[in-house]
């Protein structure tokens, strides 16, 4: 059964750097597109970037300026930094799999909360 | 921009009942890149429907997609209990994904 879990840290401080990291078990790394999304408390899920397992990489042009999205195929782990964080970033942060626009994200992680706060 | 708008805000029906809920985009979309998620509250979302009417793998038969165009509609033929959650819409183009609001399916 494949599973994806995020972890980092759930506090961050403005103007520093949100990073996080998802852990996928049971599946290879290979052949699919790795994807970062959040969910500011009481509003909508946005799409924050993607990396394929090769590396390319696509990110929302909103944030693509404070974004970066990396993956280790040999620890099957992929990552996100978002630089220069404000309280707007709070939000619950999923990582997710697909493996083609066709058939949509089909496993999820659970999410982790993140809280920018001095 | 595509912006997918999803209605009603909130739908209120019994068990047993049919939910029909709408996904409306603001330009003409490709279907194919339309997907539908549930999420219950602390859950991750799951994958329902892909390619505006294909069920994930292990979605019961009481969940279908259809539509085209700028309107798509996720049916829900008869309510089980664990079906009361947030239901959202998705499309990807111009590699980007985009995400409706939600509809919340509660217990009337």
């Known amino acids: 059964q494949v599973q994806l879990q995020e972890s980092g840290p759930g506090l961050v401080k403005p103007s520093e750097t949100l990073s996080l990291t998802c852990t996928v078990s049971?599946?290879?790394?290979?052949?699919?597109?790795w994807s970062w999304i959040r969910q500011p408390p009481g509003k909508d899920l946005e799409w924050i970037g993607h990396?394929?397992?090769?590396?390319?990489?696509d990110y929302n042009p909103s944030l693509q300026s404070r974004l970066s999205i990396s993956v280790d195929t040999s620890k099957t782990q992929f990552s996100l930094q978002l630089s220069s964080v404000t309280a707007a970033d709070t939000a619950v942060y999923y990582c997710?799999?697909?493996?083609?626009?066709?058939?949509?994200?089909?496993?999820w992680g659970r999410g982790t909360t993140v809280t920018v706060s001095s | 921009e595509i912006v997918l708008t999803q209605s009603p805000g909130t739908l209120s029906l019994s068990p047993g009942e049919r939910a029909t809920l709408s996904c409306r985009a603001s330009?003409?979309?490709?279907?194919?890149?339309l997907a539908w998620y549930q999420q219950t509250p602390g859950q991750a979302p799951r994958l329902l429907i892909y390619?505006?009417?294909s069920r994930a793998t292990g979605i019961p038969d009481r969940f279908s997609g259809s539509g085209s165009g700028t309107d798509f509609t996720l049916t829900i033929s008869r309510l089980e209990p664990e079906d009361f959650a947030v239901y959202f819409c998705?499309?990807?183009?111009?590699?980007?994904?985009?995400f409706g609001q939600g509809t919340k399916v509660e217990v009337k």
């Open positions: 390619a505006a009417s």
């Open positions: 997710a799999r697909f493996m083609s626009h066709y058939y949509g994200m089909d496993v």
């Open positions: 330009q003409s979309i490709t279907s194919s890149y």
């Open positions: 990396i394929y397992y090769t590396g390319s990489t």
């Open positions: 049971g599946a290879s790394i290979n052949k699919y597109y």
């Open positions: 998705q499309h990807y183009v111009s590699s980007s994904w985009t």
